[in-house]
């Protein structure tokens, strides 16, 4: 098998209701992992140029649900369930990350998060 072209990594990272820091995968199912997965198999893409991996927490609680694509290092905020075939399009697919979900690099890995 060929290399990943690309890695969407989707944090599953769970906390109890009520956390300051909310939780990526509040009802620790991995709703959204599993989405992504099965939007890329129906384009017949999934694991063969492109992975959605689970991963834990990427330390970005406030702004999550989190999503990273890599190679490019793009960090997705407060993703929803209905903007994961608008990320598979535009940017898996075409090349161009869907800027409304962007966190900017001033923000990831800062105390202070606002998207």
Known sequence: MAKFKKHIFVCMNTREAGH?????D?????????????????RGIANSTVRANKCGCLDQCEL???VVVYPE????G??????????IASHI?????VER???SDAVVNTTHKKA
Do not use: M, N
Request: charged content about 25%; some cysteine.
């Open 93 to 97: 697919v075409g090349g161009q990350p």
């Open 20 to 24: 300051p820091r909310g939780s990526c």
């Open 101 to 103: 979900l962007v966190i």
């Open 26 to 42: 509040p009802t620790g199912q991995g709703e959204l992992q599993r989405l992504f997965k099965t939007k890329l198999a129906e």
């Open 64 to 66: 999550g649900p989190t």
């Open 78 to 87: 407060h993703v929803r369930p209905e903007d994961v075939d608008e990320i």
């Open 73 to 76: 290092a793009v960090w997705y």
